[in-house]
């Protein structure tokens, strides 16, 4: 399990599915904490509340 952003998304880089330094640093902007209740650095959605969820980290990085 990843215990903070930046170890998140070095995992991410690491593992190929960011491949772009640029998407690194807007994704190191952006921290999970802020947005998910509990265990916000797991490559995983992530409920937010009231039915909704969060998509997994790696599915944003795809994105940009």
Same mark, same amino acid.
Do not use: F
């Given at each position: +399990?990843?215990? %903070?952003?930046?170890? *998140?998304?070095?995992? *991410?880089?690491? %593992? +190929? @599915? @960011?491949?772009?330094?640029?998407?690194?640093?807007? *994704?190191?902007?952006?921290?999970?904490?802020? !947005?998910? &209740?509990?265990? &916000? !650095? !797991?490559? %995983?959605?992530? %409920? @937010?509340?009231?039915?909704?969820? @969060?998509?997994? &980290?790696? +599915?944003?990085?795809?994105? *940009?």
């Amino acid at each position: +399990m990843n215990q %903070s952003n930046k170890k *998140l998304i070095e995992h *991410l880089v690491d %593992s +190929m @599915i @960011i491949k772009n330094a640029e998407v690194a640093k807007i *994704l190191e902007k952006v921290d999970r904490k802020y !947005y998910c &209740p509990s265990s &916000p !650095y !797991y490559d %995983s959605p992530q %409920s @937010i509340g009231h039915g909704a969820t @969060i998509s997994a &980290p790696h +599915m944003h990085a795809w994105a *940009l």
